[in-house]
């Protein structure tokens, strides 16, 4: 399989979604969120903008907003989905026409170097054997006085700080890929234009961040082709995934989604659900009540020197045990505490093993293979069911 950046993301978003894409091949019409709607639209405004100023065409701003107008009226389709419900189809349409006029007023005349390609396809190996294959696309390419540009258009609403950008992979592999093809460039320059705050970015790598890059692409490559399982991992992301019917997380929001008032509250999922929420809540009240009656009831006790207590029906006993209360872990005073007890040899007098950090290990395979085959000689598999109660975040609430 050839790699690209969007790849090796969902994967690290969610391994089921990159089964069903990559590895199942289940062909779907891919839900078209609005933000990426609006991003594409901008990108190919940006795009028109390059190649005609590279055959010495001027575009005026009016030009781009009209052809941006264009461009939105012969894409949208009804099937396009706007997630937060607070903003409808205007407001993302006048923040994209925002994002095409901070562009140009900040840039033009769009000289500050020579554009050498937009939507430059790349391609290149992590590896001399050529085992590992990275493709994608860059924004725009660029050069002037043997530095090299690569360029990429943000239309997000979030703005990520520097740390996070000086780690970013994408933009490395475009590095990468221009070194490679020109190999006489003095320095590459890694440009983010946030086109919603009118702010650039910049980073760039030494050879070793690049080489460290590659080792860490190819082991996570290495992982998802030895994977066997591919679960699927709930995230804000969930709201834009073409495949909400096939994944467990989702697959009941999907159900459900299209029924009315009266179907469904008649679902059966729905019900339980309800239900389940209801006593929960009432369950937390009586919690707490107990919770103040337990106090008062060690007060009277300790108070009138008491053990048993009588009721009706029933006793309460009382029973006061003084203990002690080491450190809390991952403290400086627990790590002292350790280290007094290993310096004096009785750290194993008193530890014990940490099964669930163990079983974590087993799972992630970080150890050495025969000794986690040796390991599992000593489990079995059982299942440990959980139920767990949390409110719908404001895009899933009808």
């Excluded at 590095?175 to 190999?183: D, F, K, L, S, T």
């Excluded at 992982?223 to 834009?240: H, Q, R, V």
């Excluded at 450190?327 to 005073?333: I, V």
Aim: proline share 3%; hydrophobic share 35%.
């Amino acid at each position: 399989m050839i790699y690209s950046h969007s790849r090796l993301q969902t994967y690290q978003n969610c391994p089921f979604r990159f089964k069903l894409r990559y590895l199942d091949h289940i062909k779907r019409a891919e839900a078209e969120g609005i933000e990426a709607f609006v991003g594409k639209r901008v990108h190919e405004v940006l795009q028109k903008l390059y190649e005609e100023a590279w055959l010495t065409k001027t575009n005026t701003l009016g030009d781009l907003m009209n052809y941006y107008d264009l461009l939105w009226k012969e894409n949208w389709h009804d099937n396009i989905t706007i997630v937060r419900r607070k903003y409808n189809k205007e407001h993302y349409y006048q923040f994209g026409r925002k994002c095409v006029e901070n562009y140009f007023q900040r840039y033009q005349p769009f000289d500050q170097a020579v554009t050498i390609g937009t939507e430059m396809a790349v391609n290149f190996d992590l590896d001399e054997a050529g085992k590992y294959k990275i493709t994608g696309y860059i924004d725009r390419v660029a050069h002037l006085d043997g530095i090299y540009e690569a360029h990429d258009y943000k239309t997000g609403a979030s703005l990520p700080s520097q740390q996070s950008l000086d780690t970013d992979r994408q933009l490395a592999f475009y590095q990468i890929a221009i070194q490679e093809r020109w190999p006489e460039a003095k320095e590459v320059r890694l440009i983010w234009h946030y086109l919603a705050f009118d702010l650039d970015l910049v980073s760039k790598r030494g050879h070793a961040e690049l080489e460290q890059l590659k080792t860490n692409t190819i082991t996570l490559i290495n992982t998802i082709e030895a994977a066997k399982e591919f679960p699927a991992i709930e995230s804000g992301l969930c709201n834009w995934c073409e495949y909400p019917d096939l994944c467990p997380k989702r697959k009941h929001f999907y159900i459900v989604e299209n029924l009315g008032e009266k179907d469904y509250f008649k679902d059966r999922g729905v019900d339980l659900a309800n239900k389940y929420a209801q006593l929960t809540v009432e369950k937390e009240k009586i919690g707490e009540k107990i919770k103040v009656i337990k106090e008062q009831i060690v007060q009277y006790a300790r108070k009138e020197n008491i053990e048993i207590i009588k009721g009706n029906d029933h006793q309460v006993r009382v029973k006061i045990t003084p203990r002690l209360k080491f450190p809390d872990q991952e403290t400086l005073e627990r790590a002292a505490l350790d280290k007094l007890l290993q310096d004096e040899g009785k750290w194993l007098e008193v530890s014990d093993l940490n099964t669930a950090l163990l079983s974590k290990t087993c799972k992630q395979n970080s150890w050495d293979g025969a000794l986690l085959d040796k390991i599992r000689e000593f489990t079995a598999e059982e299942e440990t069911v959980s139920v767990y109660l949390s409110p719908l975040d404001e895009y899933e609430k009808d």
